[in-house]
């Protein structure tokens, strides 16, 4: 398990957390490259079954990325991102799944520190975790 690197797949909102990361890129600021990043228009476009069809597909965690409460582009996106989580960790559990593989957070588009803290935070997360067990599922 030491040679474990995460796969984490990232929804990320266009207009803060991926300007985040355009500027952590931009900046130079290192961070693990485990992380594929999905930009949306918005984090309240996550649609739940985007994050459970990572998870199922091998993801080791999904990392979804949006403006910060009352800056969103379009009004109340990440309210509803907020919403959507919250039932999809409730639902994780009681399918018997890791809700802590889904990780929200709050990055606008100054903060490419930010960022990359919360992917190598992540990845440090998920490597005291292991894989996905889906995975081993997968090869059975």
């Given at each position: 398990?030491?040679?474990?690197?995460?796969?984490?797949?990232?929804?990320?909102?266009?207009?803060?957390?991926?300007?985040?990361?355009?500027?952590?890129?931009?900046?130079?600021?290192?961070y693990?490259?485990?992380?594929?990043?999905?930009?949306?228009?918005?984090?309240?476009?996550?649609?739940?079954l985007?994050?459970?069809?990572?998870?199922?597909?091998?993801?080791?965690?999904?990392?979804i990325?949006?403006?910060?409460p009352?800056?969103?582009?379009?009004?109340?996106?990440?309210?509803?991102?907020?919403?959507?989580?919250?039932?999809?960790?409730?639902?994780?559990?009681?399918?018997?799944?890791?809700?802590?593989?889904?990780?929200l957070?709050?990055?606008?588009?100054?903060?490419?520190?930010?960022?990359?803290?919360t992917v190598?935070?992540?990845?440090?997360?998920?490597?005291?975790k292991?894989?996905?067990p889906?995975?081993?599922?997968?090869?059975?």
């Amino acid at each position: 398990m030491e040679d474990f690197e995460p796969k984490i797949i990232a929804f990320v909102c266009n207009w803060c957390t991926y300007a985040g990361a355009d500027l952590a890129g931009t900046s130079r600021i290192q961070y693990p490259p485990n992380v594929r990043i999905v930009r949306l228009m918005c984090s309240g476009g996550v649609d739940p079954l985007y994050v459970l069809k990572a998870l199922l597909q091998g993801a080791d965690g999904v990392l979804i990325g949006g403006c910060h409460p009352g800056d969103c582009h379009y009004q109340n996106g990440n309210y509803k991102a907020r919403r959507r989580v919250a039932i999809l960790k409730k639902t994780l559990e009681r399918l018997g799944l890791d809700p802590d593989r889904v990780w929200l957070r709050w990055i606008s588009a100054s903060e490419g520190q930010l960022f990359a803290d919360t992917v190598t935070e992540f990845v440090s997360f998920l490597k005291a975790k292991g894989p996905n067990p889906f995975k081993t599922l997968q090869a059975s």
